[in-house]
């Protein structure tokens, strides 16, 4: 049987493991798309570039596809860090609920990474 100070420390353990993957997501999200834009850019300033032209049609499409996957990758894991959050709650019911939407800086790296996928739908060709 495990006993409450165990459980503890199994909650907050794992909200912070899911709340440093939400960063990291992020982080790679950001990392992986300035590799991309890097490629793009270097293939477009070649001399024979016109070679690589179906390259830019397949590159416009990698940061929306990596937009898609990572949100849903940061959601995911909000709403699992949520469900601890819920359970760190219940120990100490002085402390409040989580909230049941995303809190802003969540929101917000989702925000960057459409946005930055609708840059590379315009501005990657």
Do not use: C, H, N
């Not at 995303?102 to 739908?121: D, H, K």
Request: proline letters at 2%.
């Amino acid at each position: 049987m495990v006993d409450d100070v165990e459980r503890y420390k199994r909650v907050t353990f794992q909200m912070t493991y899911f709340g440093d993957r939400m960063r990291d997501t992020f982080k790679l999200f950001i990392q992986l798309s300035i590799a991309v834009i890097g490629g793009f850019v270097w293939l477009k300033i070649q001399p024979d570039s016109e070679k690589a032209a179906s390259l830019f049609k397949v590159a416009r499409w990698i940061i929306p596809f990596l937009a898609v996957f990572m949100s849903f990758q940061i959601w995911w894991d909000d709403k699992i860090w949520r469900g601890y959050r819920e359970a760190e709650a219940s120990f100490f019911p002085q402390i409040g609920e989580a909230r049941k939407t995303m809190a802003w800086q969540e929101r917000t790296m989702i925000v960057g990474m459409w946005t930055a996928a609708v840059f590379s739908l315009i501005f990657l060709r």
